[in-house]
């Protein structure tokens, strides 16, 4: 998918060389008014659905939140009681919002260059092996298609508990070491060990298949004539396959930048004590903190107003990124 | 960018898809409709939600309730829900949309629902039996001279611990402080913690400390959580944080016994509720406490929680709502007796109806309602999520050892004050 402009230069030039003068031409010029209706027609059919669907579900909801992030919607989703950017001050204004949005540009600076090494590794391992790559391909996806919720339970009570039976506990004990809380611990803050072990378990996988489809769109002929050339090893990784990845680089790159900033699922439910919620969490995500305020404290329109703060910084870290590795540019 | 669409879409459907099944699990198993046979006659039906009690049998009972109040008023169907998981975010976000319950109960009363109008006043149904309630359970429910809510049971929460334990290591049940710390250390041994008070090290324990120094949380609207008394008990509550005796991280958090019951600790923070379960696991091997005084001139303290009735102000039957609340929790004293004490124990909120239970007049179930009528204290009205979080958070950093607790105090009063203004203005 996302490696298909790799392969795309020599092969496309060779296929399409000889046919485009035979006559082609003018008979599609002619037919082009109704062949534009009906792909018109087919177009409006087969996305209006989806169009549809997005609207009423996506772009409403969000033309409304950013309406009741501008009232004072306490205990009610009805916009009306204006307050300007009141809720935009207030939610700038609290230390423990500034205090999550900290932590999440800490936690991203720290788990998308892991999760990238990690995935490109073992991508690049996988793919050399010639037996059961299929089996260790499959093996390692599986995490990815394990729901955050269920992970987080695990982790939380069966590998990382506090107790000495804890299996993370159990492997310590092996080294003479003391059994500790894993997720309490503040000093030092042992909770990231749990945070960041889950979500390289469930991510790497994923991305680790698209830097694959990457790898396989590189064309052997390179390779070999780099071969030819004496070239091996680092060297053909450093100017060969990372070059050709670029495009799968950045996209991953992209991605991994916003599911960080999303980051909700595992530290709600790893601190999540049930009654009295995550308040005393010792690390809240942006997110975290605003499902308290909209869930917990019923204020909507804070609510709103963080999401949209938010928002805009995934976007400005995307633009900015896209900026500085080239998104969307054509292959020079 | 097709990537991110694949994988957004995957999950979304996966996540719909679960959703959509486990929405058929939870309304074919938890939402039953007793009325059924009836409700071919009656006119109305009732939603009706509970959180999901753990003790068995308490679902039965509350269908049992209803089937009983559709046979007293055949025009009047009640539809039971069970809810379980975070149940407070769940109602909030219910309450808005036309799919919220006519009957709900809360844990600790938020006067903020009442002041936002969701909830309806309820004082025309308690006619004669008003001073009937105990004083907590009317001042609990009042909010600007008016009662919002019929209080269904109390939940009293104290320490339970092991007296073979205790006696084992010569230790006699602590009365102060300095007693539980030196006594949750000494009962630390290389392979258990000496005290539970819930997986996150706090509990209930920074509310027990304010109280259990003389200081309030919030008084009149104004957050007290910052006094002197207050930051002194809070920073007391480090030392069992220092000393490593408590427990952290257990399967099961504090409101379930089972880490007292299995033996990981001697001592734990739950509440009335577990103690069926208590007595069967230990049998007479085990005592309730108070939370000690933090020292000379405080006081012992308990908690009183527990579970207030309401009826949804904007719901299409707030007339019939407001029967079966008068008819369940104000008529019925012997199904609300049933309540109390048959699953899980709690203490009847109405004096007549707590003075004619049998399994709480004797042996710690009654120490814990004689603990309760001398210390309890429920949490303030205005305790909502955004105040609670705040004064959590700054107890967790002060018990963690993070930054100098008075100014971390200082910013929580700040937070705190401004959602309470907010509440009440």
């Known amino acids: ?332 | 960018m097709s990537a991110h669409r694949t994988e957004l879409s995957r999950r979304r459907f996966l996540g719909g898809s679960l959703m959509i099944v486990a929405g058929g699990v939870v309304t074919t198993a938890c939402s039953t409709n007793p009325g059924a046979d009836a409700s071919s006659s009656a006119r109305t039906t009732l939603n009706v939600w509970y959180h999901a009690y753990g003790e068995a049998g308490a679902q039965q009972a509350a269908l049992r309730y209803a089937t009983a109040f559709t046979k007293a008023h055949p025009d009047i169907a009640v539809k039971v829900t069970w809810v379980p998981g975070d149940y407070t975010a769940k109602i909030n976000a219910t309450l808005l949309t036309d799919a919220a319950p006519d009957v709900f109960e809360i844990g600790d009363f938020s006067d903020a629902l009442a002041r936002r109008g969701q909830i309806a006043a309820l004082d025309d149904l308690y006619g004669s039996a008003r001073s009937d309630f105990n004083d907590n359970a009317i001042a609990g429910v009042t909010v600007d001279g008016k009662l919002y809510g019929v209080k269904m049971i109390d939940d009293v929460m104290m320490l339970y611990f092991r007296k073979s334990r205790l006696t084992e290591a010569g230790i006699t049940p602590p009365t102060t402080f300095d007693e539980l710390v030196a006594a949750a250390k000494a009962l630390t041994t290389k392979t258990g913690k000496g005290l539970f008070l819930g997986n996150d090290g706090l509990g209930d324990s920074p509310i027990l400390a304010v109280r259990s120094n003389g200081a309030d949380l919030v008084a009149d609207g104004k957050v007290a959580f910052g006094s002197p008394q207050a930051l002194e008990a809070l920073t007391g509550l480090r030392r069992l944080h220092e000393d490593k005796s408590l427990l952290l991280g257990y399967t099961t958090d504090w409101w379930d016994p089972s880490a007292l019951t299995q033996d990981v600790v001697p001592m734990q923070w739950c509440g009335l509720w577990a103690m069926p379960a208590v007595k069967t696991a230990l049998g007479d091997d085990f005592g309730v406490l108070p939370w000690p005084a933090f020292k000379a001139g405080g006081s012992p303290a308990v908690r009183v929680g527990g579970w207030t009735s309401c009826v949804n102000a904007k719901g299409r039957h707030v007339d019939a709502a407001k029967k079966y609340v008068q008819w369940l929790w104000i008529q019925e004293s012997g199904l609300q007796k049933d309540w109390a004490e048959s699953y899980g124990f709690h203490v009847p909120p109405r004096k007549s109806v707590a003075a004619g239970a049998e399994k709480l007049s004797g042996g710690p179930a009654r120490e814990t309602v004689e603990l309760a009528a001398k210390y309890g204290k429920p949490n303030p009205g205005t305790w909502d999520t955004a105040v609670s979080d705040a004064f959590r958070a700054a107890a967790a950093k002060i018990v963690g050892g993070q930054g100098d607790p008075a100014q971390i105090m200082a910013e929580a009063v700040d937070r705190a004050q401004t959602v309470v203004d907010k509440q009440r203005g």
Do not use: C
Request: hydrophobic share 50%; glycine share 10%; proline share 6%.
């Open chain 1, 1 to 332: 998918m996302v490696a298909a402009p790799h392969t795309g230069p020599p092969r496309t030039r060779r296929r399409s060389g000889p046919a485009r003068p035979s006559g082609r031409g003018p008979a599609r010029a002619g037919r082009r008014p109704r062949a534009g209706r009906s792909a018109w027609a087919a177009f409006a059919l087969l996305t209006a659905p989806t169009l549809i669907g997005l609207g009423a579900f996506k772009y409403v909801a969000i033309g409304w939140s950013f309406l009741l992030s501008l009232s004072d919607a306490r205990g009610t989703i009805a916009p009306g009681r204006w307050v300007g950017l009141d809720n935009y001050l207030t939610l700038l204004s609290d230390r423990t919002f500034r205090a999550s949005l900290g932590q999440i540009l800490l936690f991203t600076a720290f788990i998308v260059p892991v999760t990238f090494a990690a995935s490109l590794g073992l991508a690049l391992l996988v793919h050399r092996i010639r037996r059961g790559r299929a089996v260790l391909r499959t093996a390692f996806l599986i995490p990815a298609a394990v729901s955050y919720v269920a992970a987080s339970l695990l982790w939380k009570m069966s590998l990382f508990n506090g107790l000495p039976t804890g299996i993370a506990n159990t492997v310590a004990g092996w080294f003479g070491m003391e059994a500790v809380p894993w997720l309490q611990t503040t000093s030092p803050p042992l909770y990231w060990v749990v945070l960041v072990t889950l979500r390289l378990w469930l991510q790497v996988g994923f991305y680790m298949v698209l830097f694959l489809a990457g790898l396989q769109g590189i064309p052997q002929d390179l390779y070999e004539a780099a071969a030819l050339d004496g070239a091996k090893g680092l060297r053909l990784l450093r100017s060969i396959t990372l070059p050709m990845l670029r495009n799968t680089s950045v996209a991953v790159l992209m991605l991994l930048f916003i599911a960080a900033f999303q980051a909700f699922d595992e530290f709600y439910n790893l601190f999540n004590s049930g009654l009295s919620g995550t308040g005393a969490a010792p690390v809240q995500t942006p997110l975290v903190h605003l499902y308290n305020t909209a869930m917990g404290s019923q204020d909507y329109g804070l609510g709103s107003a963080g999401a949209f703060v938010l928002t805009a910084l995934i976007v400005g870290v995307t633009l900015i990124q896209g900026r500085f590795t080239g998104f969307g540019r054509k292959e020079g």
